[in-house]
């Protein structure tokens, strides 16, 4: 059971952290994307401020983004959008003194839950923040190139947020995303007077240009190639040949021989940096050729995609723990499809214990293994209803159409980019059937099978209960064999054993299936005959039971003959509780023993008329 669970939470673990490096990957996409398309738009500072914080308030789903700036001059704007209008009055306000005061800190705020602080947080007094109901509040420096202080961008939610180091730093990359757009935003006002827009926007890209020959000298570069790959300028990185920079030589090869075939694609590798530490990019190349096709030198684009590299090998080793949980867990794990419950996946231990081949096994309908498809379909959908589900039990149809007995763990993932359902199975036929062993030992007469005194006592209460509650009858009889005790002294003991199992098959095959037949010990037995009124009804069964058991026996080779009295009490006239009723039935049948053996006995009080 321990075992199982640790499984399945195991599972749940990675399956988490799949999804959330994969959020984080398409926030830090989505980033990248907003800082290209405002790079390359031409407007003014104050449209495209809004139109970058308007895209990132759907980026990190928060309830309120601020930039507080300084336009031409000293003029101070500040702008800001919110989802809730109905603060952001009394919102802005606050916000706008805590840009100032970051301002002159030029200190980033993070305050994740703002109710764990005191009034004030670094100096800044955030007892109007707990006023007006905010959760978290970050407050970013926007600084650009030359350490310029541009302004401050700041984000709000007013529930605390679960924030861990990798969505801080998504956080901060959006800040630097923004000084990277206003700094171009500002070159190319600049460079629109003086001409020289091409060469400045060259140096302010946040990616490193170059252009290098084939024998890799570096003949231009800017200023953020350099730092990407640790060198203080470009005269230093001058000096470096691009093939020294490769990890892998043979990688760099070929790319030279694409580069002969191809003018322009792109390819990531991995370079190394001056202090030897290693990062990873993706090289936009261009071939540039002389009119007969010959080779003159190379223009590319260089983006670090270090960063990201490390996450997709997270998420990579991630996948790799999951798989290993999954193919060799010691239980049987099926994925299958929320909507038509196809099977899409199974470990090996599943198919060794459904019998199919894994191929023959994915593609095959929930419904075709499971014996209870209701059942099933219940448990499914408590499963999409809690995200997951614990030890439920139900039984599935291996290939060869036999029965098991399987507990199943169920738990929401993601398969491929959708929704499933992760089921882990285990076969517990083995453990039901010796758990019916151990009962039947407590419940069931060991020679005949028949429920012994202590099962019988349950159905008698119960029946008690029953009868109480609806005002109904019931009936019980004892029987005991005539001259029992001459079959054992005669034959044996174990001839009369195989006596005694006769008579139970007898019994139960006359009685009805709601009837209990139970055997008290030696050769006394009890029927109980719930829901029974008329006393003619008991007359038929008693006449049946006596011309049942006087019918011959052969039983290795021996032909016995034997009869039984019968005692019969009623609830309630002889009797409202179980002792009294046993007595009296007990007390009838010996009468019936008094009055010559093989004949039944209603209870009828001693000394009276009946």
Known sequence: MHEMRDLIQKIELLEKERKYLKKLLKMEEKICKVAGSACIESADISYICRKIISEFLKIFNLDYISFYYKEKGETFKFISLARQKKSSLMVDKLVEKISIFVMKKKKSIFVFNIMRHKNSINGIDISEAKK?????????????????????????????????????????????????????????????????????????????????????????????????????????????????????KEARMKHLEKLERASVFFEEFELRCKDDTTIWVRDYPHAVREKDGRILYYDGILVDITERKKMEETLRQSERDYKELFENAHDAIIIFSIDDEIVLDVNQRACELYGFKKEEFIGLSLESISKDVTLGKLHIKKTLERGVYHNFETVHYRKDGSEMILEINGAVVSYKGKKAILSINRDITERKQMEKAIRDLAYQDYLTGLPNRLLLNDRLNMTLAHAKRKGLKFVLMFLDIDQFKDINDLFGHRIGDLLLKEIANRLKKTLRKSDTIARMGGDEFVILLPEITYKKDVEKISEKILKIIQEPYIIENYRLYITTSIGIAFYPKDGKDIDTLMKNADFAMYQAKIKGKNNYQFYSRPNSDE
Do not use: C, W
Not at 222 to 234: D, P, Q, R, S
């Open 132 to 248: 007006i109901n905010i959760g978290s509040l970050i407050s970013l420096p926007v600084v650009g190139s030359n350490k310029i202080l541009y302004g401050i961008l700041t984000f709000i939610s007013y529930k605390p947020l679960d924030y861990k180091k990798e969505e801080k730093n998504l956080l901060k990359m959006a800040a630097n995303m923004f000084s990277i757009v206003l700094d171009d935003k500002n070159t190319e006002e600049k460079l629109i007077e003086t001409g020289k827009r091409y060469q400045a926007l060259l140096e302010h890209l946040p990616v490193g240009v170059y252009r290098s020959t084939p024998q890799g000298k570096i003949i231009e570069a800017n200023k953020t190639l350099a730092h990407i790959l640790g060198y203080e300028n470009v005269s230093e990185l001058k000096k470096i040949n691009v093939n020294d920079l490769y990890m892998k």
